[in-house]
């Protein structure tokens, strides 16, 4: 399994651009990088997925480099309602012992 | 279209007591799986199952049994509870091609005392 690394808080204001970095240098071939975003009191909730280059969907984009040893979450012009824990995991599609680490608690301010 | 639904939302429990959390998706998944998250810490894996009738361990397995014998349903059994067994456990579900993650119940908060 890769091994990620992800910082352990960050702080941000109401709109600006948030990125998130997850290193994963032993990254395997099949390996899929995945966000989560949990909120106090309720599960983890999936943001976006990608296996390389960048992704982009209604939510957040992901930018992962071509070596595909880190990757970054962009959330574009955050909301207070933003403050959550996000989780950086790297797994195959169908791999089933996927590991959340402690994640990123994101506080966004007004 | 509820998603993933878990009973009860909160418990406590004496220790040595017996109780069996219950999870149901609508969703027709075939993959289920437990977790527990401690205070600040991330989610661990207990169990999870890649059908009906089928179950392996995950991370933390120990003082934990699983069943699933509907496919829509996944239970967590906790035999004689423990109060390193406090703890928010999360259910969750996903299709065999993972394209958009997991998705997971509201959590079940127990405290064993």
């Known amino acids: 399994l890769a091994k990620t690394t992800q910082p352990i808080s960050m702080d941000s204001y109401e709109g600006q651009e948030v990125n998130i970095t997850c290193s994963h240098n032993?990254?395997?071939?099949?390996?899929?990088i995945t966000w989560y975003q949990q909120f106090p009191s309720q599960g983890p909730r999936f943001i976006i997925q990608?296996?390389?280059t960048k992704v982009t969907n209604e939510v957040a984009s992901l930018f992962i480099p071509a070596d595909r040893k880190s990757s970054t979450l962009s959330l574009p012009r955050v909301s207070l309602s933003d403050t959550a824990v996000y989780y950086c995991?790297?797994?195959?599609?169908?791999?089933?012992?996927?590991?959340f680490g402690a994640g990123t608690r994101l506080t966004v301010k007004p | 279209n509820a998603g993933v639904t878990q009973t009860p939302k909160f418990r406590v429990l004496k220790t040595g007591q017996s109780m069996t959390l219950l999870c149901a998706q609508d969703m027709n998944h075939e993959y289920m799986y437990w977790y527990r998250q401690d205070p600040g810490m991330g989610l661990r894996l207990i169990h999870y199952s890649v059908g009906e009738g089928t179950t392996a361990k995950g991370e933390v397995p120990d003082g934990y049994n699983v069943s699933r014998l509907k496919k829509q349903n996944f239970l967590l059994g906790l035999e004689s509870a423990a109060p390193s067994q406090t703890s928010v456990y999360f259910c969750?579900?996903?299709?065999?091609?993972?394209?958009?993650?997991?998705?997971f119940g509201s959590g079940t908060r127990l405290t064993v005392v």
């Open positions: 990608g296996y390389k």
């Open positions: 032993n990254i395997a071939t099949n390996d899929y």
């Open positions: 995991l790297v797994g195959t599609i169908n791999n089933n012992d996927m590991r």
């Open positions: 969750a579900s996903s299709p065999v091609a993972r394209l958009y993650g997991y998705t």
